[in-house]
């Protein structure tokens, strides 16, 4: 019989293959409810640093330094406001001084008119003079009060007293003026000796023993002179 003819021996079985798998993308962590991942940004692309528009170039490691901005300025005040507490503001004490040296001046006018004329006055022009330089007394001194004082309570208190004791004190100087007519002491010497208050009581008192109510009047008319005027005219240069 013949042989028959060699024949290589089997392979060895093969594990049974798997299908191909696509591929799956790494998780990072767990994911158990299998939910998608935070979508994935594209990489950011640096810019170069711009250097600032002002100052010197900006040293390794530090941030860059910003330009400076300009504070923005307070509102300046409204026209007309914010100086009336400087431009209008009076000077009662200026207006006070003023009106005294005024006041003064016009009561040496009225007692060298008196002195000039007292023998041809009679008792209706000696009243009239008086009348009149107690309301010119007044007005000069309440106008100065206005202009100098403008607005202050205390300029015009102050120029109805000083009209006042302008007006009081214009008559009496009158009378110790008319015992030095002569150029002689001796009258006024007599007069301080015997009734050194005689000056003040002629001036309220008539020759028959009466009151004398035109030189009471005189009194109220000079201050109303003066704080009129002081509060019409104060009034008038704050407005304006």
Known sequence: MSQPPFQPP??????PQQPPQP????????NPYSQPGPPQQPPQQQLPQQQPAFGPPPVPGQPP?????????????????????????????????????????????YVGINLATYKEQST??????????ALL???????????????SNGARVGA???????TFFGYTNTVVSLFLKDGSLMPLRYMLEDNP???AKAWWDTQGGGV????????????AAAWGLAYLIGNKGRTA
């Open 160 to 166: 109805a007293i000083i009209a006042v004791l302008g």
């Open 197 to 199: 208050l005689y000056p």
């Open 23 to 30: 591929p799956q993308a790494p998780q990072s962590s767990y």
């Open 212 to 223: 004398d109510w035109f030189s009471l009047l005189g009194l109220p008319l000079a201050a």
């Open 65 to 109: 330094m910003q330009p400076m901005q300009h504070a923005t300025p307070y509102p300046a005040a409204p026209f007309g406001q914010g100086q009336s507490g400087t431009g209008n503001a009076g000077n009662a004490f200026g207006a006070i001084l003023l009106g005294f040296v005024v006041s003064f001046v016009i009561s040496l006018v």
């Open 137 to 151: 007394n007044g007005a000069a001194v309440g106008a100065l009060a206005g202009t100098v004082g403008r607005g």
């Open 10 to 15: 089997p392979l060895p079985p093969q594990p």
């Open 124 to 133: 209706t022009v000696s009243n009239a003079l008086y009348l009149l330089h």
